[in-house]
């Protein structure tokens, strides 16, 4: 490929892709390899303002600096401004117990973001290319993966840009031979001992003999994907979402979940396993058909979050805190969690309440202090309105509640113990507002918007 006619080719997909602004300040990752020397060209021929950042990771002795130095040179040449950072990967990954491969690639993007925003650049720009995105293709289809796992490598990252995603890993190796510019290999890349390099050394050369054109095809197909994974997320973020606020119990209709795909979508930002949304859904689908009976105690957690099958919905909220038993010896505002608060106020006059988060109680049936709780198994009270006492449990199922609703469910009790108020619920009819109250304890729960 001739310099022109990768020029143009380029040009053409950050035009399409609304990548690079003429006037933009760019930071360019340079690690010495074909790839990135020639991106770094490329885009200090086209005109952009750039810099580069290498990162050495002291993981090959002196293959390592040789890197760095061949960067340096290349750079004070090109009269390019160079940023050098040195990591100690091995005790990085030592420390956070990951791989050395995971390690030098959460070092390297935390710095080059950082470095964007101390020299406010506009963004970064890596040198992957179109075979680079083909090998994620068929890793996440090894490893398995949903339908955007096959859409390849994005040619945007939030602030990291990939410019050079149209173009073959053989084409920027003329572009190179077409400008005689050297370049440096790292010997890791030529063994096969990582996933990666597997598929690059191994698999992809044996596909060829299948096809010699299966790097174009699973690149256009990757295309394909992604452009149906964009309309579906257009059309799952318009009809599926969660009802209710961020911090509460949040719920999803029961009949609108046809298909696996609607519980993954409606879970992929919380956590949860594949194998538990394929058993959620499984569980879902079996209830819908008749083939087993609801469960009323079954939920699933993630490390933050969990969800549970309601009567009528799937119920998602952040996993429970246990709440210890809060006194309240007199008006005022009690902090009950992160946002939540219990406001006691008393009001003179035989005031109600019509708001679920409010309630009032004739205060001379009150004895002080009050207590805040989450509901034990054992407990009773009167439900406004009704004569005989019933299990808060009992209640609560008939309200239809879902398990996580239930495990979060709060009494507030008077010295007696005698329950006086289910926030969100019901008063207790031993407490009701009548004709001869003279002043009422008003009780209100609240949560920060």
């Not at 990757?222 to 979402?241: E, G, P, T, V």
């Not at 469960?295 to 119920?315: K, M, N, P």
């Not at 239809?400 to 926030?423: F, M, N, Y």
Request: proline residues 4%.
């Amino acid at each position: 490929m001739t310099q022109p006619t990768l020029q143009r080719k380029v040009e053409v997909f950050i035009r399409q892709n609304r990548l690079l602004k003429r006037n933009g300040r760019y930071l360019v990752a340079l690690s010495g390899g074909a790839d990135s020397v020639a991106l770094l060209l490329f885009l200090r021929k086209a005109g952009f303002s750039v810099e580069a950042a290498h990162c050495n990771f002291r993981l090959r002795g002196a293959e390592s600096d040789r890197d760095e130095a061949f960067c340096r040179r290349l750079c004070e040449r090109e009269q390019v401004p160079v940023h050098l950072a040195h990591f100690d990967t091995r005790t990085y990954a030592s420390l956070h117990k990951v791989s050395i491969e995971m390690a030098a690639r959460v070092l390297r993007y935390r710095y080059f973001e950082q470095l964007r925003r101390d020299i406010q650049a506009d963004g970064i720009c890596v040198a992957h290319h179109r075979d680079d995105s083909v090998e994620t293709v068929l890793i996440n289809l090894v490893r398995g993966t949903g339908i955007h796992g096959l859409t390849g490598i994005a040619a945007e990252s939030g602030h990291v840009l990939r410019p050079f995603l149209c173009i073959s890993r053989k084409e920027i190796l003329e572009y190179l031979q077409f400008l005689g510019q050297d370049y440096v290999t790292d010997s890791t890349n030529l063994v096969d001992d990582v996933q990666r390099n597997i598929v690059r050394l191994d698999v992809l050369p044996l596909l060829e003999r299948l096809n010699p054109a299966v790097r174009e095809n699973v690149d256009a197909t990757a295309r394909r994907l992604s452009d149906a994974a964009c309309l579906l997320d257009s059309y799952m973020q318009r009809d599926f979402q969660w009802r209710g606020k961020t911090g509460t119990v949040r719920t999803f209709p029961l009949q609108a979940i046809t298909h696996e795909y609607i519980v993954w979508y409606l879970l992929h930002g919380y956590g949860f396993t594949p194998a538990q949304t394929e058993n959620i859904f499984v569980t879902i689908r079996s209830i819908r058909e008749g083939d087993s009976p609801r469960s009323a105690g079954q939920y699933w957690q993630s490390e933050q979050f969990e969800v549970a099958i309601g009567s009528d919905c799937l119920c998602l909220a952040e996993r429970v805190v246990s709440l210890q038993s809060l006194c309240i010896p007199e008006p005022g505002i009690y902090v009950l969690s992160d946002g939540v608060k219990l406001r006691v106020t008393v009001e003179q006059g035989a005031h109600i309440s019509t708001d679920p988060a409010s309630a009032c109680v004739d205060a001379d049936a009150v004895v002080w202090p009050l207590t805040v709780r989450p509901c034990a198994k054992a407990d009773r009270f009167v439900p406004f309105g009704m004569k005989g006492s019933k299990l808060v449990s009992d209640f609560l199922t008939d309200c239809k509640l879902s398990i996580l609703e239930r495990r979060r469910q709060l009494v507030v009790t008077e010295a007696g113990g005698r329950i006086v108020w289910l926030p969100l619920l019901r008063t207790d009819n031993r407490f009701r507002v009548g004709p001869s109250t003279r002043s009422v304890i008003r009780i209100t729960l609240e949560r920060d918007e």
